[in-house]
Nanobody, 114 residues
Framework: QVQLVESGGGLVQPGRSLSLSCVGSGFTFSSLAMAWYRQAPGKEREYVAGITNDGVSTYYADAVKGRFTISRDNPKNTVYLQMNSLKPDDTAVYYC???????WGQGTQVTVSS
């Protein structure tokens, strides 16, 4: 049974940091590129960041470039999203996704507000 389980969301003030984690199981984690997406209220789900299966290459949406960092630890079947200098516009449900598959996590809420 394939599972992607996100954690680490919460309420944070603007300018602060938050780190998300996503643990995968039921598939060969190290063979798949991984990505983070987010969906704000009333908006479509959008791509945030991606990382190749070996962790060598990373990709970012313009809105988060320079503030967010994606990384992975294949022995731990985990992908991370370090979010710095958070803005209210970053408020959304954040989802973990295994690229080129139908595997999605349940999402974790991130709220940036003073």
């Amino acid at each position: 049974q394939v599972q992607l389980v996100e954690s680490g969301g919460g309420l944070v003030q603007p300018g602060r940091s938050l780190s998300l984690s996503c643990v995968g199981s039921g598939f060969t984690f190290s063979s798949l590129a991984m990505a983070w997406y987010r969906q704000a209220p009333g908006k479509e789900r959008e791509y945030v960041a991606g990382i190749t299966n070996d962790g060598v290459s990373t990709y970012y949406a313009d809105a988060v470039k320079g503030r967010f960092t994606i990384s992975r630890d294949n022995p731990k079947n985990t992908v991370y999203l370090q979010m710095n200098s958070l803005k209210p516009d970053d408020t959304a449900v954040y989802y973990c996704h295994a690229a080129a598959t139908s595997f999605w996590g349940q999402g974790t809420q991130v709220t940036v507000s003073s």
